[in-house]
Protein backbone atom coordinates (compact mmCIF):
# COMPACT_ATOMS: atom_id res chain seq x y z
CA UNK A 1 0.00 0.00 0.00
CA UNK A 2 1.04 3.19 -1.01
CA UNK A 3 1.59 6.15 1.40
CA UNK A 4 -0.87 8.06 0.09
CA UNK A 5 -3.81 5.03 0.18
CA UNK A 6 -2.43 5.09 3.76
CA UNK A 7 -3.19 8.47 4.52
CA UNK A 8 -6.17 8.14 2.51
CA UNK A 9 -7.48 5.68 4.88
CA UNK A 10 -6.16 7.51 8.12
CA UNK A 11 -9.08 10.58 7.21
CA UNK A 12 -11.30 8.40 6.27
CA UNK A 13 -14.24 7.91 9.26
CA UNK A 14 -13.17 5.06 11.89
CA UNK A 15 -14.33 1.90 11.13
CA UNK A 16 -12.93 -1.99 11.96
CA UNK A 17 -11.36 -2.23 8.59
CA UNK A 18 -10.38 1.63 8.00
CA UNK A 19 -8.04 2.08 11.24
CA UNK A 20 -4.16 1.64 11.03
CA UNK A 21 -2.41 0.29 13.67
CA UNK A 22 0.33 2.74 15.32
CA UNK A 23 2.92 1.49 13.56
CA UNK A 24 1.54 2.44 9.74
CA UNK A 25 0.93 5.69 11.62
CA UNK A 26 3.93 7.13 11.80
CA UNK A 27 4.32 6.46 7.51
CA UNK A 28 1.32 8.45 7.75
CA UNK A 29 1.85 10.82 10.08
CA UNK A 30 4.98 12.49 8.13
CA UNK A 31 2.60 13.11 4.94
CA UNK A 32 0.03 14.80 7.06
CA UNK A 33 -0.55 18.68 8.12
CA UNK A 34 0.04 19.17 11.73
CA UNK A 35 -3.58 19.23 13.43
CA UNK A 36 -5.16 18.03 9.96
CA UNK A 37 -5.99 13.69 11.38
CA UNK A 38 -5.65 11.68 14.01
CA UNK A 39 -5.68 7.88 14.74
CA UNK A 40 -8.48 7.24 16.42
CA UNK A 41 -8.75 3.68 17.88
CA UNK A 42 -11.32 1.60 19.58
CA UNK A 43 -11.14 -0.03 23.23
CA UNK A 44 -10.36 -3.30 21.48
CA UNK A 45 -7.46 -2.05 19.88
CA UNK A 46 -6.23 -0.05 22.66
CA UNK A 47 -6.62 -3.56 24.95
CA UNK A 48 -4.14 -5.53 22.07
CA UNK A 49 -1.79 -2.54 22.06
CA UNK A 50 -1.50 -2.61 25.50
CA UNK A 51 -1.70 -6.89 26.23
CA UNK A 52 -4.82 -6.15 28.60
CA UNK A 53 -8.18 -6.96 28.57
CA UNK A 54 -10.93 -4.49 27.37
CA UNK A 55 -12.09 -4.22 30.94
CA UNK A 56 -8.65 -3.67 32.04
CA UNK A 57 -8.43 -0.77 29.99
CA UNK A 58 -11.61 1.06 31.43
CA UNK A 59 -10.16 0.86 34.86
CA UNK A 60 -6.88 2.25 34.01
CA UNK A 61 -9.14 5.40 33.20
CA UNK A 62 -9.15 5.93 37.20
CA UNK A 63 -5.36 5.33 36.78
CA UNK A 64 -4.34 8.23 34.58
CA UNK A 65 -4.80 6.90 31.28
CA UNK A 66 -6.06 9.12 28.45
CA UNK A 67 -9.88 9.56 28.42
CA UNK A 68 -11.92 8.43 25.48
CA UNK A 69 -13.63 10.56 22.87
CA UNK A 70 -17.17 9.96 21.98
CA UNK A 71 -17.41 9.90 17.59
CA UNK A 72 -20.94 8.95 18.68
CA UNK A 73 -23.21 7.69 21.47
CA UNK A 74 -21.13 4.54 22.48
CA UNK A 75 -18.42 4.82 20.70
CA UNK A 76 -15.41 5.34 22.39
CA UNK A 77 -12.35 6.22 20.46
CA UNK A 78 -8.23 6.98 21.53
CA UNK A 79 -5.90 9.03 20.33
CA UNK A 80 -3.17 7.14 19.25
CA UNK A 81 -0.54 9.58 20.40
CA UNK A 82 -1.96 10.06 23.62
CA UNK A 83 -1.83 6.00 24.02
CA UNK A 84 2.03 6.02 22.77
CA UNK A 85 2.92 8.66 25.44
CA UNK A 86 0.61 6.95 28.18
CA UNK A 87 2.43 3.97 27.56
CA UNK A 88 6.09 5.65 27.24
CA UNK A 89 5.43 7.51 30.67
CA UNK A 90 4.76 4.06 32.34
CA UNK A 91 8.17 2.54 34.16
CA UNK A 92 9.22 -0.67 31.82
CA UNK A 93 9.55 -4.14 33.16
CA UNK A 94 13.14 -5.52 32.52
Do not use: H
Not at 53 to 72: A, C, H, I, M, N
Request: net charge positive; with cysteine; aromatic share 8%.
Amino acid sequence: MSALEKLNRAVAPVSKSAVLSCVEWDTVKALTPVGSAALWLSVVQVSKRLGVSVRTVWRLLDEGFPKPRYVRAKMPRWNCAEVDAWMSSRPSIQ
